[in-house]
């Protein structure tokens, strides 16, 4: 089965910080990985894709985020935070084959920003 | 603003009672998926329908069905609640049924079980 791992449930950065997300998976098969937004009481917006091919891919928002297969992980970035990026970040696996298209998500990291 | 439509906003009902959400997807989008997010459970996925028909299950209780309309739109059904369906619904659609055609998500039906 599939599975996610957010290491991060809390991280706190300063106004103007750089930021790092970590993220984890454990699939078998070829994965689509995703980083997701959740702004306090609204629903959940996607920053960047990773579905094949180069390892770094550019997101929006100033975002973007390496692959490492070889650690089985994604890890997000962002070079300064500003404080309306203060949301929770969740990470998502889906199957890259047609036919199963469910969404498996971490169980997210907080983001806190200090002016 | 996603495109995509959820109603109601909040919803308080009591134990044992039966509640449908209601879910527009953004226009053109033939893909929508059902999702809980709570407190112990994180954010899981329910159901996935496709063009009326169901396409993969994930979670979802036996008290919980779901449906999509000819016109697309879908609703969740939860009944016989328990304290524990208490959650925020998600919505999301997209265009196809692949991973890779992007979820659009909906801005959540918050249910609250007393």
């Known amino acids: 089965a599939q599975s996610v791992t957010q290491p991060d449930i809390h991280i706190t950065v300063s106004e103007g910080a750089s930021l790092e997300l970590r993220c984890n998976y454990s699939?078998?098969?070829?994965?689509?990985l995703f980083w997701y937004v959740q702004s306090p009481g609204q629903g959940l917006q996607l920053l960047l894709k990773?579905?094949?091919?180069?390892?770094l891919v550019q997101g929006i928002k100033g975002f973007e985020a390496e692959f490492k297969r070889s650690q089985s992980s994604i890890t997000q970035r962002k070079p300064s935070v500003h404080w309306s990026d203060a949301a929770e970040y969740f990470c998502?696996?889906?199957?890259?084959?047609?036919?199963?298209?469910?969404?498996?998500f971490g169980t997210g990291t907080r983001l806190t920003i200090i002016p | 603003d996603s495109g995509v439509t959820q109603t109601p906003k909040h919803l308080i009902t009591a134990t044992g009672q039966r509640v449908t959400l209601r879910c527009s997807p953004r226009?053109?989008?033939?893909?929508v998926y059902w999702y809980q997010q709570s407190l112990d459970q994180g954010l899981q996925f329910l159901i996935q329908?496709?063009?009326?028909?169901?396409?993969a299950k994930g979670n979802i209780l036996e008290r919980f069905s779901a449906q999509q309309f000819p016109d697309l739109h879908s609703e969740l059904n939860l009944s016989s609640l328990e304290l524990g369906d208490s959650a925020l619904y998600f919505c999301?659609?997209?265009?196809?049924?692949?991973?890779?055609?992007?979820?659009?998500f909906g801005p959540g039906t918050r249910l609250t079980v007393l």
């Open positions: 999301a659609s997209s265009v196809e049924s692949s991973n890779r055609n992007e979820q659009f």
């Open positions: 699939y078998g098969a070829t994965p689509y």
């Open positions: 990773y579905f094949s091919g180069d390892t």
């Open positions: 998502a696996v889906g199957r890259a084959n047609f036919g199963n298209e469910k969404l498996t």
């Open positions: 226009s053109g989008d033939l893909s």
């Open positions: 329908y496709y063009n009326g028909e169901e396409r």
